[in-house]
């Protein structure tokens, strides 16, 4: 875990012509495949440098690599994403006319795979979070937590490198929050991922190899587990 699947050194991403700072020269490193928290009070700027890391934005200023690739050097972010990237995020996102399989196939098809061989990856991956009995079925037909946990299989289709999860356990009881966690660590030990999880539950901070800490933008605190 030497090497860094992220770095971000003195990241500003400022609104409004500057006039609103979101994130005020934020520097760290987050080596691969490794867990990171980022914690915080509402409004710190927690969400902001996900999108930063996640390749969404890009800074005002200061620099973020990703896997050794500075992200302002890449012209087609969409690609990067599909092929390096995993979103899971409070409300998962799901379109509610689509059955759960091409809800979780939908990120591979920008990579030419044929329906056939999306649906194949797409149906492994519900089984693997136990959603085996629900490939057919419409959201709406599932609980909050089979939902959250289709959304954990749609982020891992394309393989990534790198799984970024915004609060995803903020909209589920705590005992499918914990299902959900031990699915991120399942998948990591057997993809070498790197995960990065925005979290407002500090028991679950403590359980990742590194804690950030932003506050006003700034971060003000990180931690390494001993």
């Known amino acids: 875990m030497s090497e860094s699947a992220i ?30 928290a980022i914690v915080g009070p509402s409004g710190s700027g927690k969400s902001t440098l996900l ?5 969404l934005d890009r800074p005002t200023s200061g620099r973020v690599s990703i ?15 599909g092929r390096t990237i995993g979103f899971v ?5 799901l379109i509610p006319n689509l059955p759960l399989w091409e809800n979780v196939s ?10 056939a061989e ?22 709406v037909k599932c609980s909050g937590g089979e939902r959250q946990r289709a959304a954990v299989a749609r982020a891992l289709i ?3 490198k790198l799984l970024l999860a915004d609060e995803p356990t903020g909209s589920v009881d705590s005992e499918t929050g914990r ?29 990742a190899d590194l804690t950030l800490r932003i506050v006003d933008g700034r971060l003000a605190e990180q931690v390494r587990k001993a």
């Open 51 to 55: 999108h930063l890391i996640g390749a």
């Open 158 to 160: 394309n393989d990534p």
């Open 118 to 139: 999306r649906k194949r990856k797409a149906c492994g991956l519900l089984e693997r979070v136990g959603l085996q009995e629900r490939v057919e079925f419409l959201p």
């Open 7 to 36: 770095e971000c050194q003195e990241v500003v991403r400022s609104y409004e012509g500057g006039l609103v700072q979101a994130l005020r020269g934020v520097s760290f490193s987050i080596p691969t495949q490794s867990s990171a």
């Open 179 to 207: 299902q959900i966690l031990d699915l991120f660590e399942s998948f990591a030990e057997d993809r070498d991922m790197t995960r990065v999880l925005i979290t407002h539950n500090e028991a679950i901070a403590a359980e």
């Open 67 to 81: 896997l050794g690739q500075d992200l302002a050097r890449i012209t087609d972010l969409d690609s990067l994403r």
């Open 89 to 93: 995020f409070q409300l998962h996102h």
């Open 106 to 115: 939908l990120p591979a098809v920008p990579l030419g795979l044929s329906r």
